[in-house]
């Protein structure tokens, strides 16, 4: 397309503020595949950071205005703040800058665009509708917000016409996109410190989404879902329902789980197919669901999405069974997943409770952000009440200033007999030893540096 963004910015080159963000990470290796000069900065030497300089980005640690170039574009994520030096400086001299959805939208304006939303499963869904759209010869673009368990990239420039992102609903910001179709995993009371803590006005801002959609184009809807069913009551636009429920146009039933895998029939138009996949777990039951939904509008064949579906292996952090730690000169069921709120850890522990039931749940959690603490801690204590024993890590704070509401506040608050309280990671492995046994799955359960502790024993991940 001669009338593109690569035509009219050829001689122009990118900067991003914060680029070793999930969600930066992938703008920036989009725009270098595509053939810009892109640069930028972050306050640690991360592994985005470390994979970013592989493919020969620039990135400097440290903010620091003399780093930008004069006919730089400025990109920034949601984490940066308004007095950033970096952002000072490139309003003072009356630079262009973008936010991460602007620059997205720009692109998305290339290509039919396909975004996935919603509070839980977002990554897992646009990792799985990628790869069977890859599988099925329509090579598409994609963005995703984690790493996935192969060599796959996180981020990859197709050559058809599709684009696909994970949208994060966390910030209002995300209207700016204008997909033509758009998926809703589910809708949660997730991030309202950033709709002034109102449900309604995260629900507002998901409805003005919804609707920028062409006339032509489709919602997918968990209709097992309270909130989404409540939302698609006020949008004049197609909708596809998924979930258990026979009355929604795509439902499954029937799970079985066997040797790692997970089986359950799918029904649709009247007719059952057998799904195998590597995914565990109900809520994986529904990534599927919205992955499947949005391939079938498009007019891949549900037979040859199914086969798709046995050669994804997901990604990384999402219910990662290890079955040979050794702990104690014992192997001991390790768990490891991303999740941190509260339904996404009832999920897991609903899960290994299906899989182990014989098993007890030593669960490690580390509470992600003292706001969303402040904002579910009920919830919160629901779940880890039902474990047989907690070991609680210090808050990580993604960058917010500490409050009450932190990891010891819960600590306090739990019922449970069985409970540690560690004010650092530094005796968690001596912690971990004291508590587990061959009849416990260790559960390490949070978003943060919590990712680390998988290191700490010796590990043959199967």
Same mark, same amino acid.
């Given at each position: 397309?001669?009338?593109?963004?690569?035509?009219?910015?050829?001689?122009?080159?990118?900067?991003?503020?914060?680029?070793?963000?999930?969600?930066?990470?992938?703008?920036?290796?989009?725009?270098?595949?595509?053939?810009?000069?892109?640069?930028?900065?972050?306050?640690?030497?991360?592994?985005?950071?470390?994979?970013?300089?592989?493919?020969?980005?620039?990135?400097?640690?440290?903010?620091?205005?003399?780093?930008?170039?004069?006919?730089?574009?400025?990109?920034?994520?949601?984490?940066?703040?308004?007095?950033?030096?970096?952002?000072?400086?490139?309003?003072?001299?009356?630079?262009?800058?973008?936010?991460?959805?602007?620059?997205?939208?720009?692109?998305?304006?290339?290509?039919?665009?396909?975004?996935?939303?919603?509070?839980?499963?977002?990554?897992?869904?646009?990792?799985?509708?990628?790869?069977?759209?890859?599988?099925?010869?329509?090579?598409?673009?994609?963005?995703?917000?984690?790493?996935?368990?192969?060599?796959?990239?996180?981020?990859?420039?197709?050559?058809?016409?599709?684009?696909?992102?994970?949208?994060?609903?966390?910030?209002?910001?995300?209207?700016?996109?204008?997909?033509?179709?758009?998926?809703?995993?589910?809708?949660?009371?997730?991030?309202?410190?950033?709709?002034?803590?109102?449900?309604?006005?995260?629900?507002?801002?998901?409805?003005?989404?919804?609707?920028?959609?062409?006339?032509?184009?489709?919602?997918?809807?968990?209709?097992?879902?309270?909130?989404?069913?409540?939302?698609?009551?006020?949008?004049?636009?197609?909708?596809?329902?998924?979930?258990?429920?026979?009355?929604?146009?795509?439902?499954?039933?029937?799970?079985?789980?066997?040797?790692?895998?997970?089986?359950?029939?799918?029904?649709?138009?009247? $007719?059952? =197919? /057998?799904? +195998?996949?590597?995914?565990?777990? &109900?809520?994986?039951?529904?990534? @599927?669901?919205?992955?499947?939904?949005?391939?079938?509008?498009?007019?891949?064949?549900?037979?040859?999405?199914?086969?798709?579906?046995?050669?994804?292996?997901?990604?990384?952090?999402?219910?990662?069974?290890?079955?040979?730690?050794?702990?104690?000169?014992?192997?001991?069921?390790?768990?490891?997943?991303?999740?941190?709120?509260?339904?996404?850890?009832?999920?897991?522990?609903?899960?290994?409770?299906?899989?182990?039931?014989?098993?007890?749940?030593?669960?490690?959690?580390?509470?992600?952000?003292?706001?969303?603490?402040?904002?579910?801690?009920?919830?919160?204590?629901?779940?880890?009440?039902?474990?047989?024993?907690?070991?609680?890590?210090?808050?990580?704070?993604?960058?917010?200033?500490?409050?009450?509401?932190?990891?010891?506040?819960?600590?306090?608050?739990?019922?449970?007999?069985? $409970?540690? =309280? /560690?004010? +650092?990671?530094?005796?968690?492995? &001596?912690?971990?030893?004291?508590? @587990?046994?061959?009849?416990?799955?260790?559960?390490?359960?949070?978003?943060?540096?919590?990712?680390?502790?998988?290191?700490?024993?010796?590990?043959?991940?199967?």
């Amino acid at each position: 397309m001669k009338n593109s963004i690569t035509h009219h910015l050829k001689n122009k080159s990118f900067y991003l503020i914060g680029i070793g963000g999930a969600g930066m990470m992938g703008i920036a290796e989009l725009l270098h595949n595509l053939g810009f000069i892109v640069h930028g900065s972050d306050i640690d030497n991360t592994l985005s950071v470390k994979r970013l300089r592989k493919l020969k980005i620039k990135v400097y640690i440290g903010h620091n205005p003399k780093n930008i170039k004069k006919d730089d574009i400025i990109i920034f994520s949601n984490a940066i703040k308004k007095n950033n030096i970096e952002m000072l400086f490139a309003r003072i001299n009356n630079m262009t800058i973008l936010s991460r959805m602007e620059i997205l939208s720009e692109l998305m304006r290339l290509k039919y665009g396909i975004s996935i939303t919603g509070s839980h499963g977002k990554t897992t869904t646009t990792s799985l509708l990628s790869h069977i759209l890859y599988k099925n010869h329509l090579d598409p673009t994609y963005l995703i917000g984690g790493m996935l368990k192969t060599d796959d990239p996180h981020v990859k420039l197709g050559n058809s016409s599709y684009l696909i992102t994970e949208t994060d609903e966390s910030n209002s910001d995300f209207t700016k996109l204008k997909p033509h179709l758009v998926a809703i995993t589910n809708l949660d009371a997730e991030h309202l410190e950033n709709y002034n803590n109102s449900f309604s006005n995260l629900l507002s801002c998901m409805r003005e989404f919804v609707k920028s959609i062409p006339f032509y184009g489709k919602v997918f809807i968990n209709g097992d879902d309270k909130n989404s069913l409540d939302l698609a009551k006020n949008i004049n636009r197609n909708i596809f329902t998924f979930g258990f429920k026979k009355n929604n146009d795509l439902y499954a039933s029937n799970i079985l789980y066997s040797k790692n895998r997970m089986k359950f029939d799918v029904h649709y138009n009247k $007719k059952t =197919y /057998l799904v +195998s996949t590597k995914l565990l777990g &109900k809520h994986n039951v529904y990534n @599927v669901l919205t992955a499947m939904a949005v391939c079938i509008f498009i007019g891949i064949k549900l037979s040859s999405i199914i086969t798709s579906l046995t050669s994804f292996h997901g990604v990384s952090r999402r219910f990662d069974i290890h079955k040979k730690i050794s702990i104690n000169n014992k192997k001991v069921l390790t768990i490891d997943d991303y999740g941190h709120h509260p339904s996404e850890i009832q999920s897991t522990i609903g899960t290994i409770t299906e899989i182990y039931p014989n098993k007890k749940i030593l669960i490690v959690f580390q509470p992600h952000r003292y706001s969303r603490t402040k904002s579910s801690w009920r919830e919160m204590l629901k779940v880890l009440n039902d474990t047989d024993k907690i070991i609680l890590l210090p808050t990580y704070s993604a960058g917010e200033k500490k409050t009450m509401y932190d990891s010891e506040f819960l600590y306090k608050k739990l019922k449970a007999k069985n $409970k540690i =309280y /560690l004010k +650092s990671l530094r005796n968690v492995k &001596k912690t971990i030893e004291a508590f @587990v046994d061959e009849d416990t799955v260790l559960l390490l359960q949070g978003a943060g540096d919590i990712k680390n502790i998988i290191n700490l024993f010796n590990n043959d991940k199967t």
